[in-house]
């Protein structure tokens, strides 16, 4: 006789969910087996199991469409499940708990990987997901949403055919294909460091994602309760308007560095007018850079309202530019529409017949009201102060103070390597380059550049820190150095944290503080050394090697130095 437990948290489905506790019952007792069965409904929770029934159980059956508190069970064996699937033959569940069809069950498993900048930590996670399946016996199939937009897209066929979804996102992901299909959802981190832990979490936590929620908006409301609390929320749809600007951002920025290539560094005055360069710095001032702070702010309104928010967002991102608030105000702009527009979403009901105006003339004019009339009377003008005044003490510093922020600037870079710390010192670079303040997105250039290349000199300089394996993955690590990835550091910190981050972030520091020490300016914000060689998109260009040179050395000397012999 075994002993087992199930819980059953599907609150919105009551009775069902009594039925099911039945079958399992009558099913574990024709087995001869004892179950306890813990019910979550709307008043709470019925037969709680205790930490002295958890501990000794051979199996426990996770039925989960609401939270499920399954932290608790710690690494008890823990078997997924479906309220549909007990009420079909509850016995063959059982059997599968207890193993008694031979080995766990293989899943078919469809997943997709997303972050802001569609690069790095998109494709890590996607090898960490399909890594960790391989090993557990299951199928997976993992759609990547990257800077070139969705690669190995899964069809409605194979989405159908799924036993399980995972997102493994940091931007907001479109889940209206998922409906009824059981769904996770977690920040890509999570798939990089353990692939396993993360799909082992997933089959007890999936909960059904529901088609209702998915018609509509895409933000964390519809994410099942792992997706974090409203911090990670608002850093998400943030992160969500960030990764739709860059394009813009990156491509006026090479634009505009080609024409001063062109044209010298005057190109835009009229003199020029009709040439190539100042063509083309029109093009990447006027038309690229000046769709930067909508696309911020509507991108960052459609994450937290779905399409509805798009207009009112992109609308008030306008505004933001127009009256000087630059992406400050685009960023309060976008939250302000996609929270109005979701509010009104819910509170606004038409009935069946007069619904289908909501996205496409309701929503969009009173939320597209509101956020104009906030931002031209209440909000605009004290955010565009704001900026003001950032801007021009930026423009101001010097010395001890460039120093100082730059070292700040460069040690976020490395501390996460594409973390949230990471990307808040890139966004606040980027985000800069509107209002023509470009001596930050030069520091976190060369401090984001610096991890990884730091890595391939350390693997070269000291061959006794690391294994045969490190060192051959030291050269991919130097390749996305010179590339601005700094996502390739990453495995070596994650295997040895302790010493290495302080190394990477030192480095990384004085590579910020001598870019910002030396006034070096960059106009793009990416490419890595590639967009060095474009004339005038980098100020102080001997400095800024500089810079980057020390940075690279210091953590590469401070690598020798810390880490231990390998066996």
């Not at 766990?104 to 690069?119: D, E, H, K, N, Q």
């Not at 998922?178 to 990089?192: D, E, Q, V, Y």
């Not at 696309?295 to 309202?305: C, E, F, K, M, N």
């Not at 973390?419 to 606040?428: L, V």
Request: glycine share 12%.
């Amino acid at each position: 006789m075994s002993t087992l437990l199930a819980i059953i948290a599907c609150p919105s489905r009551v009775a069902q969910g009594q039925l099911a506790a039945e079958a399992l019952r009558k099913a574990a007792g024709q087995a001869g087996h004892h179950i306890n069965i813990e019910i979550h409904h709307a008043q709470g929770v019925q037969g709680r199991l205790d930490a002295a029934q958890i501990a000794i159980a051979d199996s426990i059956i996770v039925i989960a469409e609401a939270d499920a508190d399954i932290a608790r069970l710690a690494n008890r064996p823990t078997h997924p499940a479906t309220l549909d699937a007990v009420l079909a033959d509850a016995g063959a569940v059982i059997g599968n708990a207890l193993g008694q069809h031979g080995a766990v069950s293989s899943l078919r498993i469809v997943a997709i990987t997303s972050c802001p900048t569609g690069i790095a930590h998109t494709f890590m996670a996607a090898e960490g997901l399909s890594q960790a399946a391989e090993q557990l016996g299951h199928r997976i199939k993992v759609e990547t949403q990257g800077s070139v937009g969705a690669q190995n897209a899964l069809s409605a066929q194979e989405i159908a055919e799924a036993d399980l979804v995972i997102i493994a996102a940091d931007t907001q992901v479109d889940l209206g294909r998922f409906a009824g299909k059981r769904l996770f959802s977690s920040g890509t981190k999570a798939a990089i460091n353990d692939g396993k832990a993360l799909i082992h979490r997933a089959e007890a936590e999936a909960t059904v994602q529901r088609a209702a929620q998915s018609a509509g908006n895409s933000g964390d409301s519809k994410a099942p309760p792992a997706s974090g609390n409203a911090g990670s929320s608002a850093y998400k749809h943030l992160m969500t308007g960030v990764s739709f600007m860059l394009p813009f951002v990156v491509t006026g920025g090479l634009l505009i560095a080609l024409g001063f290539a062109l044209g010298g560094i005057y190109v835009y005055q009229d003199a020029f007018k009709g040439t190539l360069g100042w063509t083309l710095f029109n093009i990447g001032a006027k038309a690229s850079f000046a769709l930067m702070v909508p696309i911020l702010a509507g991108y960052i309104a459609y994450s937290i309202a779905d399409r509805p928010g798009i207009a009112p967002g992109m609308a008030g991102g306008m505004i933001a530019g127009a009256i000087g608030s630059g992406f400050l105000g685009g960023i309060v702009a976008g939250f302000i529409a996609g929270y109005s527009v979701k509010y009104l979403n819910e509170k606004i009901q038409l009935g069946r017949n007069f619904d289908g105006l909501k996205p496409v003339l309701i929503l969009p004019l009173l939320g597209t009201t509101i956020v104009g009339l906030l931002m031209y009377y209440v909000l605009g003008q004290p955010v565009a102060a704001a900026l003001g005044v950032v801007t021009e003490w930026l423009k101001g510093l010097q010395g001890s103070s460039a120093l100082l922020l730059g070292m700040i600037l460069g040690g976020m870079m490395a501390f996460d390597m594409g973390g949230p710390i990471n990307k808040a010192a890139y966004t606040f670079a980027t985000g800069l380059l509107a209002s023509q303040v470009y001596a930050p997105m030069a520091a976190v250039m060369a401090a984001g550049m610096t991890p990884p290349l730091a890595i391939a000199l350390a693997a070269l300089l000291f061959k006794n820190r690391f294994s045969a394996d490190e060192r051959e993955g030291a050269k991919a690590a130097g390749v996305l150095g010179i590339s601005f990835i700094t996502e390739g550091a990453i495995p070596f910190a994650a295997k040895d944290p302790l010493r290495v981050i302080p190394a990477l972030v030192a480095g990384s520091a004085l590579a910020g503080a001598i870019s910002m020490a030396s006034g070096c300016d960059l106009r793009v914000p990416h490419g890595g050394v590639f967009v060095l060689f474009i004339p005038n998109a980098v100020s102080h260009l001997g400095m800024y090697l500089v810079a980057l040179a020390s940075g690279t050395a210091l953590s590469a000397v401070l690598l020798g130095a810390l880490k231990k012999r390998t066996a």
